[in-house]
């Protein structure tokens, strides 16, 4: 099992940037595909981005596609969120954790362990 701890969360005007941070615990952290997703109030966790073990291979939900970029450093067990050009319907908990195709879409692998705490975006005037 892996564990997580999400960073970087804020308040921010439309139209800002926020990057966010996810450290995990684990030796075999670059094995796995790395997934971003966010839960606004009252709605379903939804998936925002992946990427793959080496960094190569990113992955986006439409809503987000050309304004968040997704990274990782294996070095540092880390992966980021770059996102700019924020608006209102960004605002949620961003989440992140180890993910895998799921039908025509992406979600967590089983048994991955936990979610981390998240981290609070709000993107508001």
């Known amino acids: 099992q892996v564990q997580l701890v999400e960073s970087g969360g804020g308040l921010v005007q439309p139209g800002g940037s926020l990057r966010l941070s996810c450290a995990a615990s684990?030796?075999?952290?670059?094995?796995?595909?790395m997934g971003w997703f966010r839960q606004a109030p009252g709605k379903e966790r939804e998936f925002v981005a992946a990427i793959s073990g080496g960094g190569i291979y990113p992955a986006y939900a439409d809503s987000v596609k050309g304004r968040f970029t997704v990274s990782r450093d294996n070095a540092k067990n880390t992966v980021y969120l770059q996102m700019n050009s924020l608006k209102p319907e960004d605002t949620a908990v961003y989440y992140c954790?180890?993910?895998?195709?799921?039908?025509?879409?992406?979600?967590?692998?089983?048994?991955?362990?936990?979610w981390g705490q998240g981290t609070q975006v709000t993107v508001s005037s």
């Open positions: 684990g030796r075999t952290f670059s094995s796995y595909v």
């Open positions: 954790a180890p993910a895998s195709r799921a039908g025509t879409g992406w979600g967590p692998i089983a048994g991955f362990g936990s």
